[in-house]
């Protein structure tokens, strides 16, 4: 079936009429603007908002002020709120399966839904939600790349209001523990040569010079970690080109070492994992925890 719906539609789905059968599926991690407005109205395609206010200076979403802004059918999906781990003081937690499951059921999520998710900042919130869809399994799932910014600079149309599902999809969520870190595993890949740990936080923070966004935190890093700012993966508001990528990552072992990404509160650490993804690095492991679990006073090691 897939190789008729490709011969008839195209691998990106350019020439895409809404056929009734056709099953679309994304290209790649990362989507451009074009081919999601060239794909809107494929049935089994979803647009998720999975927008977060950011905490990161200097860093601005577009529907902080304004009228609000909305991608034609897209749903919400709030990771920091509904779609996260239930009776914890760490923020936006991955939730279990079960609890995945069913979030994912709601929004009207199915086994063969093709995934578009997007945030208003352009490339911080969004790759969250790509990679928790990849550690429950669902690998049909990209990130737009430059986000709503992107979409609004293509003057491509929009809506002032969130979609809601029609229906409970059917979306079955297989765990892959693989891509999930705890700071267990973290302390055991810092004793680790064959082991990165690459934190995406600015380097202000990373040598405590700067004071962290969440009070209450210690200044500084873990020790052996490696800083590799998220922004530095960005450019003009997308993510760098592959073989730029692949330039970065080679600077802290790749293709040779393992990476475990971490952050301040386990959301831009997720654009290191999305960056090694284009880059051809597919099992980068998040810290979730990250530096709001690290940086607790308490009994782990900060330097």
């Not at 523990?177 to 936080?201: G, I, K, N, Q």
């Not at 210690?218 to 730029?244: C, D, I, T, Y």
């Not at 952050?263 to 290191?272: L, Q, W």
Request: hydrophobic share 45%; charged share 20%.
């Amino acid at each position: 079936m897939l190789a008729k719906i490709v011969q008839k539609y195209g691998t990106h789905g350019e020439n895409m009429t809404n056929p009734s059968d056709a099953k679309l599926v994304v290209p790649a991690s990362l989507v451009e603007v074009s081919w999601l407005a060239a794909n809107l109205g494929a049935p089994n395609l979803l647009v998720l908002d999975a927008s977060i206010p950011p905490v990161v200076p200097g860093l601005n979403s577009i529907n902080a002020e304004g009228p609000f802004k909305v991608i034609p059918g897209a749903r919400r999906f709030d990771y920091d709120k509904d779609v996260c781990k239930p009776d914890t003081s760490l923020p936006h937690m991955l939730p279990g399966p079960e609890l995945f499951q069913r979030k994912a059921r709601a929004l009207g999520v199915n086994a063969d839904s093709a995934v578009v998710v997007y945030d208003d900042s352009g490339m911080y919130a969004s790759p969250r939600a790509w990679w928790m869809f990849r550690a429950m399994g669902h690998d049909n799932v990209a990130v737009l790349s430059g986000g709503l910014p992107a979409w609004v600079a293509a003057d491509q149309p929009l809506t002032d209001s969130l979609a809601e599902a029609e229906a409970d999809g059917d979306f079955a969520a297989e765990f892959r523990p693989h891509l999930v870190s705890d700071y267990r595993m973290v302390l055991e890949a810092l004793a680790d040569d064959s082991c990165r740990v690459l934190d995406a936080r600015s380097p202000g923070r990373f040598k405590g010079v700067d004071p962290e966004p969440r009070p209450g935190l210690r200044g500084g890093h873990m020790p052996n970690a490696s800083n590799l700012p998220f922004v530095r993966l960005l450019e003009n508001g997308a993510m760098k080109p592959p073989e730029a990528l692949r330039d970065i990552f080679a600077e802290f072992g790749a293709p040779e070492c393992r990476f475990i990404s971490s952050c301040g509160s386990g959301i831009t650490a997720c654009v290191i994992a999305l960056a090694a993804h284009q880059a051809g690095l597919n099992d980068v492991s998040v810290y979730d925890g990250s530096w709001v679990e690290w940086g607790t006073p308490g009994h782990l090691p900060v330097v």
